[in-house]
Every structure is written in structure tokens, then in C-alpha cells.
């Protein structure tokens, strides 16, 4: 098989990974390193430089909130929380995956001669 086929970047998919993991709560930036492998578009655990980079451009842009979490024992985390935009920029990932899902359906039915 040809290396160009299906060689998307599965990097485009952190954000919204990203903004999928806190919308079930507020986590540190090591959980969500390995939340966000169980989605399948990266291969194994996500590089932490890239996911880290998303978090702080997120946060810039008021899609996640962050925090200095000192509870505990060892050094303070940083916790993230994701706010009302980020869930309208989630909501506006799943209608745009959902139409790229359709697209995908009708080339393989086209492809399988199961077209109507």
C-alpha cells in the first residue's frame, strides 16, 4: 500500500480530544495526555510538548481555563477546566466530524456499488 494513503495528520484532532476529556471534568495535563490516546486518532501516548502547547492556546483563546493546583503531596499541577466556548468549539468539531462521517459512508457505499 502506498505511504500517501491515509496519512492524514491525526495531530488536528488534539484540540478537540482535548476539549472531549474536560468536558467530563477538570483534569491535570499528564491525565490528559493518556485520556486522549483512548480516541484513537494518535498512535500511543500523545507527544506531552503538543498537548501542552494546545492547552496554553487554548487557554489564551478562553477555550479552557487553568489553575495552579497546590493540594497534596510533590509539586504544584496545573489543572484545566474547559468553559462555555470551548463546548460550542467541541459541539462545532462533532458536526463537522459527523459531515466528514457522511462523506466517508457515501464514497464507500459509491465505491461498493451500494449507492441508491
Do not use: C
Not at 72 to 87: F, L, M, V, W
Not at 88 to 97: F, G, K, N, P, T
Amino acid at each position: 500500500m502506498s505511504k500517501k494513503v491515509g496519512s492524514s495528520k491525526p495531530q488536528r484532532y488534539v484540540q478537540p480530544s482535548l476539549l472531549m476529556a474536560l468536558s467530563a471534568g477538570k483534569s491535570y495535563g499528564y491525565e490528559l495526555i493518556q485520556t486522549i490516546g483512548e480516541y484513537g486518532f494518535l498512535r500511543g501516548d500523545a507527544p506531552p510538548g503538543m498537548v501542552y502547547r494546545h492547552l496554553r492556546q487554548m487557554d489564551d483563546e478562553g477555550l479552557v481555563v487553568s489553575s495552579w493546583d497546590a493540594e497534596g503531596d510533590g509539586p504544584a499541577k496545573r489543572i484545566y477546566s474547559i468553559t462555555d466556548e470551548g463546548r460550542e468549539i467541541l459541539e462545532a468539531w462533532v458536526m463537522h466530524m459527523e459531515r466528514q462521517r457522511d462523506a466517508l459512508d457515501s464514497f464507500i457505499k459509491r465505491y461498493r456499488g451500494e449507492d441508491a
